[in-house]
């Protein structure tokens, strides 16, 4: 069972990054008029391999966070209810929900960060791909002067999500790893515990009478709702957190968080908090109805061993 959680996790991942890279751009490139002209822009200069850049790390690791994002809102569940209710088993309340949410999403930061930095830099390491000259046609007359010789396309800071990992630590040190976890902090933790919270709420709405649980219909609806909610809470930090991430490649522009936010709304308006919204959302929703699925039948395989 917990294999094909697993590869659930890691297919969600694949299946959905090319958005999470569309986005990225969008957050961190205000050339970009929209979804398509950067989606058309990022085709023609790097063709398919361009929405796939850095790919390799998020589905190495997607396993590992989620189980510590899951188990951390249980273990700490557990204990608010049995401190609190005298049983870890106790229904908790919709507080004792939201802090474990919170927990969660504050413990994951440490895991995620270092990668979330290695991701983004390499998707917003823009390759443009050379064209060969067509030989099939020569001219009709030959150059009076030989033609200067074709100067190398500059080859790329980074080669893949390992050297990214170790440039940023050689030339950044630990800081450059944990950059912009400042914005990752708030928001995972907001985040996080509106994901948990909307999540119960809705699948206590969505049980049928007589039942304790929701059947599979209600936790994909749930479980869809509740991750499109946590992104729309999260996105404003997710755009800062992109940008602060971002800003190491080139001359930096960003001192902070704040000054990151600052500068971002004056120079944008509060529309660029939002950039990516959309892309989130419609990204959030299937990858969240099959999360919770496998979610609730690892639970419900968990129940049945413990009686």
């Known amino acids: 069972m917990r294999h094909g959680v697993d590869k659930k996790c890691v297919c969600g991942v694949a299946v959905g990054y090319p958005l999470d890279t569309v986005k990225v751009k969008?957050?961190?490139?205000?050339?970009?008029?929209?979804?398509?002209?950067?989606?058309?822009?990022?085709y023609r200069q790097e063709r398919v391999r361009g929405f796939y850049r850095g790919l390799s790390l998020p589905v190495c690791t997607v396993s590992l966070v989620s189980s510590v994002s899951f188990g951390t809102y249980r273990h700490c569940l557990a204990h608010i209810c049995r401190f609190r209710y005298g049983s870890p088993d106790a229904k908790p309340a919709k507080p004792d929900i939201t802090l474990s949410g919170f927990a969660s999403g504050l413990v994951r930061v440490f895991l995620t960060s270092p990668?979330?930095?290695?991701?983004?830099?390499?998707?917003?390491?823009?390759?443009?791909?050379?064209?060969?000259?067509?030989?099939?046609?020569?001219?009709?007359?030959?150059?009076?002067?030989?033609?200067?010789?074709?100067?190398?396309?500059?080859?790329?800071?980074?080669?893949?999500?390992?050297?990214?990992?170790?440039?940023?630590?050689?030339?950044?040190?630990?800081?450059?790893?944990?950059?912009?976890?400042?914005?990752?902090?708030?928001?995972?933790?907001?985040?996080?515990?509106?994901?948990?919270?909307?999540?119960?709420?809705?699948?206590?709405?969505?049980?049928?009478?007589?039942?304790?649980?929701?059947?599979?219909?209600?936790?994909?609806?749930?479980?869809?709702?509740?991750?499109?909610?946590?992104?729309?809470?999260?996105?404003?930090?997710?755009?800062?957190?992109?940008?602060?991430?971002?800003?190491g490649q080139g001359q930096r522009r960003y001192r902070g968080l704040l000054h990151c936010v600052v500068t971002s709304v004056r120079e944008e308006g509060p529309r660029v908090l939002f950039k990516g919204l959309t892309l989130n959302c419609c990204r959030a929703f299937p990858v969240n109805m099959v999360v919770f699925v496998a979610y609730e039948a690892v639970l419900g395989l968990i129940r049945g061993l413990s009686t």
């Open 26 to 42: 969008i957050q961190t490139e205000p050339k970009y008029r929209g979804i398509w002209h950067c989606v058309w822009d990022t």
């Open 115 to 247: 990668t979330e930095v290695a991701k983004v830099r390499l998707q917003t390491q823009t390759q443009t791909q050379q064209r060969r000259p067509s030989a099939s046609w020569p001219s009709a007359a030959p150059p009076m002067c030989p033609a200067p010789p074709a100067r190398s396309a500059p080859r790329p800071k980074y080669r893949g999500p390992l050297h990214c990992l170790a440039t940023v630590a050689r030339e950044e040190g630990l800081r450059g790893l944990y950059k912009g976890s400042s914005a990752l902090l708030f928001r995972d933790g907001h985040s996080f515990a509106t994901y948990f919270l909307s999540y119960t709420i809705l699948c206590e709405q969505l049980t049928p009478a007589g039942h304790s649980r929701p059947d599979v219909l209600g936790v994909l609806v749930a479980g869809g709702c509740a991750g499109v909610l946590a992104w729309a809470v999260a996105t404003p930090m997710d755009v800062i957190k992109s940008r602060l991430q971002a800003d």
